[in-house]
Nanobody, 131 residues
Framework: QVQLVESGGGAAQPGGSLRLSCALS????????MTWFRQTPGKDREGVAA???????TVADSVKGRFVISQDYSTNTMLLQMNNLTQEDTAQYFC?????????????????????????WGQGTQVTVSS
């Protein structure tokens, strides 16, 4: 099993920055990809940024140029540096982990931001951007 614990959420002003962390424990060898999703009330979870075991990353167009995803392999912690925040970034942010899929490269290209693909989820952390 895999456990995920997010931290680092909170309040920020427009234009500000926050850094989210997701600590993975358990059977880390079974995990192929870790991804940040976010959700606002009444909407589906939206993929924000992902990183796979090859170190390849992808970010959603809505955050491109502002958010950076990285991973500290020594501590099994995924990081999301969020810069130039806007009110539209206000959401509950979730960390998710995906076990090795068949056709991993194609999966990463086509399905990485499909939330239903993920087996493990953290409890979420709130990010609120307001002036």
């Amino acid at each position: 099993q895999v456990q995920l614990v997010e931290s680092g959420g909170g309040a920020a002003q427009p234009g500000g920055s926050l850094r989210l962390s997701c600590a993975l424990s358990g059977n880390s060898d079974s995990v192929y990809c870790m991804t940040w999703f976010r959700q606002t009330p009444g909407k589906d979870r939206e993929g924000v940024a992902a990183i796979n075991n090859d170190g390849a990353t992808t970010v959603a167009d809505s955050v491109k140029g502002r958010f950076v995803i990285s991973q500290d392999y020594s501590t099994n912690t995924m990081l999301l540096q969020m810069n130039n925040l806007t009110q539209e970034d206000t959401a509950q942010y979730f960390c998710a982990a995906k076990k090795w899929p068949s056709g991993a490269r194609s999966w990463f290209r086509l399905l990485v931001f499909h939330w239903a693909q993920y087996e493990f989820w953290g409890q979420g952390t709130q990010v609120t951007v307001s002036s």
